[in-house]
């Protein structure tokens, strides 16, 4: 039976230059849906793990 996700994420945007912005991402999923279970797992039925994402966007104007 699945239940909820939660989803924590911090994100700041950084001015290099004048036109140039670099923006990193960070991502801390909860209990990935609700408690789904991995159909590749080597043990059917275990619920996926918390998963960390990173990103990074930059912008450039000019």
């Known amino acids: ?7 924590l994420t911090a994100v700041y945007q950084y001015q ?3 036109g140039w912005t670099l923006q990193p991402n960070l991502q801390y999923i909860i209990h990935p849906g609700g408690g789904a279970t991995s ?4 043990m059917p039925g275990k619920a ?5 994402v990173l990103g990074l966007r930059t912008t ?3």
Request: proline letters at 5%; hydrophobic letters at 40%.
């Open 48 to 52: 996926l793990h918390n998963a960390t």
């Open 60 to 62: 450039l104007k000019f």
């Open 1 to 7: 039976m699945r239940s909820f996700e939660g989803l």
């Open 16 to 18: 290099i230059r004048d």
């Open 39 to 42: 159909p590749c797992s080597a």
